[in-house]
């Protein structure tokens, strides 16, 4: 098969996906006590959740109150509240509705990957050699040491190299020594997976290992996303937080305050919804807006100087620093 017809099957696999999920699976959230807080560019409400929300900021979002149906977009989102502007006013209070947030954004953003794809002949080699792991490999066979060693030099003589085991016969110890014999090579390395448990185990065993060799120097070695804070606590700073905390110790403070102000303020608002309390968080949210886009820039920062990134498949599809 070609690679053009390998791209297109995958985009109608895609479309299929999306048309299913826009069918079944929007995520559905019971929402109560709306409150129209702001009449500033749009209709702004507060709501509070049932049980903890976490919707990217800016994503879109539908609500359904009664017979009425509207888009909205996020504009807070943590907790057991969320706050959303529409365009149209839905009244000054809303007390029971349910709000839709559609999953296949991810899948849209690959449709376009994938078109992109099409357009480059360079890119779609690339494709062709994944898809044909037959060739032969091209590695020098007769100076292998150990199971690692073969493996770094699989990764360095062929443009792609498949590791197969099953649970507990060391792909991860494996990796993260292939992974750092790169590094020491000042070669980057992106590592990606679909869980951030994955990514968070394959980074704890790259930094662990580093750190013996004494060859760790903080900000090569970088976990890119959310991740398990106790799974990487006691190693050397890996995390854009923890790099944060120790090159910009101020801005990493006003995002603590900043963040704690907002908490309050949407406290009192949860049992006020006085127009003072309304006025003093939409100001915050712009306050975090600003710090949040410095916090961006940082981290931007931190990428681009960082030999081995580690993150979730999703982020990189997203993430436009990261793709």
Request: aromatic letters at 8%.
């Amino acid at each position: 098969m070609k690679t053009i017809q390998y791209i297109n099957e995958w985009k109608k696999a895609l479309q299929a996906e999306i048309q299913h999920l826009k069918r079944f699976g929007s995520t559905k959230y019971l929402i109560n006590n709306g409150h129209l807080i702001s009449t500033d560019k749009g209709f702004t409400y507060f709501f509070e959740t049932y049980s903890s929300v976490r919707i990217p900021v800016g994503s879109q979002a539908k609500l359904e109150w009664g017979g009425i149906k509207s888009e909205g977009k996020i504009l807070s989102s943590e907790g057991k509240n969320v706050i959303i502007s529409f365009e149209q006013s839905l009244g000054d209070l809303i007390t029971e509705a349910y709000l839709f947030h559609d999953p296949w954004e991810l899948l849209d953003q690959l449709i376009q990957r994938l078109d992109e794809l099409k357009k480059s002949k360079k890119k779609r080699s690339r494709i062709k050699r994944l898809m044909h792991p037959e060739m032969k490999p091209k590695h020098p066979t007769n100076i292998i040491k150990s199971s690692v060693h073969e493996l770094i030099l699989r990764s360095k003589y062929n443009p792609v190299t498949f590791v197969w085991g099953p649970p507990g016969t060391g792909k991860t110890y494996t990796l993260a020594r292939v992974a750092a014999n790169k590094y020491f090579k000042k070669k980057k390395v992106l590592l990606l997976s679909h869980s951030n448990q994955s990514v968070d185990v394959l980074m704890r065993e790259i930094s662990t290992f580093l750190s013996k060799q004494e060859r760790n120097s903080e900000g090569d070695v970088l976990r890119y996303g959310a991740q398990n804070s106790d799974l990487l606590a006691n190693l050397p700073a890996i995390t854009t937080s923890q790099l944060l905390q120790n090159r910009d110790p101020l801005l990493a403070k006003d995002r603590d305050q900043v963040m704690e102000e907002r908490k309050h303020l949407k406290l009192d608002l949860s049992k006020s919804f006085s127009k003072r309390d309304s006025e003093s968080l939409l100001k915050v949210e712009t306050k975090v807006a600003r710090i949040l886009e410095k916090i961006r820039q940082k981290e931007i920062d931190f990428l681009e100087k960082a030999f081995i990134i580690g993150t979730t498949l999703a982020k990189a599809a997203m993430d436009p620093a990261i793709l």
